[in-house]
């Protein structure tokens, strides 16, 4: 698919991950629309980067609130006149080192509300008009690899991240046959405001660490492209192997039939052999 790269949305723009998104897309002259709650913290990121030049329009919005999400879509197709990219990346660590019988339930809440119903809204907001307008377009989810790899203590977190990692997956065989392409960025731990001084609970955070610059190029190599799982850390492929090692020494595979046990391969017949 040509994805003609020339706007793009852009939500917890404020820090992190949305921030390097915003700055690498407005370095090749993407016009964004950042997006965050922290609306001080954001203007103050929107100024910094218009001032090098960049074409970026920001937008305090609670997207646990589905009018502001609304607004949000509405302001973003406003602005841009047509999207090519959403970056749905809004998201919270919430508590963790707590085993879930200690978690106070409204704190986990909370966590579900900015890690899944938070993209819930964004998608369900911008999907129908991109598809109503029909072109090509790319819709980035960031889940975590915790969507995979759970460890000790880390309950609502790597929950909220297994349910981002299925609506993703639903979404990319919704939109199968469009032109709406569907990535789930899987990152592991990444050097941004929001773990720093985090300790990982036991077996949670992986063995590598990288910056949240080199993940947003990895979302820009991505755009267009049919890649759907969007891993940024090294140690990646043992964290997947070990969980899947895992399942598959829990899977109990049943006997071969009586008709896999008689099934033999056909021998050639005489006409094929001739040849």
């Known amino acids: 698919m040509q994805l003609r790269t020339d706007t793009a949305v852009v939500t917890g723009a404020a820090s992190g991950i949305g921030l390097a998104l915003s700055a690498r897309f407005a370095q090749a002259g993407v016009a964004v629309v950042m997006a965050d709650v922290a609306g001080d913290a954001l203007r103050a990121r929107a100024a910094e980067l218009t001032a090098r030049g960049a074409k970026v329009t920001a937008v305090r919005a609670d997207l646990t609130d589905p009018d502001d999400v609304a607004h949000l879509a509405d302001t973003a197709f406003d602005v841009l006149g047509e999207i090519d990219v959403v970056c749905n990346n809004a998201g919270v660590i919430g508590p963790v080192g707590q085993p879930l019988w200690e978690v106070p339930l409204d704190r986990m809440r ?3 509300e900015a890690n899944h119903w938070a993209h819930v809204l964004v998608s369900r907001a911008f999907i129908p008009p991109l598809l109503e307008r029909g072109r090509p377009a790319h819709l980035i989810h960031t889940a975590s690899m915790s969507a995979f790899a759970v460890g000790a203590g880390s309950a609502a977190y790597a929950a909220s991240k297994h349910a981002d990692l299925a609506v993703a997956r639903s979404l990319r ?16 731990r990444v050097d941004t405001p929001m773990v720093q001084g985090l300790t990982a609970p036991r077996g949670a955070g992986g063995d590598t660490s990288v910056s949240a610059e080199d993940v947003a190029s990895l979302v820009w190599e991505a755009l267009g492209s049919d890649r759907f799982y969007l891993f940024s850390n090294s140690d990646a492929p043992l964290r997947l192997r070990d969980q899947f090692d895992d399942v598959w020494r829990h899977v109990s595979l049943p006997p071969p039939s009586p008709e896999e046990e008689l099934w033999h391969t056909p021998r050639a017949t005489t006409e094929a052999m001739k040849h």
């Not at 919704?174 to 990152?187: E, G, N, Q």
Request: aromatic residues 6%; hydrophobic residues 45%; neutral net charge.
């Open 173 to 188: 065989a919704d939109l199968r046959d469009t032109a709406i392409r569907v990535s789930v960025l899987c990152p592991g």
């Open 110 to 112: 909370q966590v579900f």
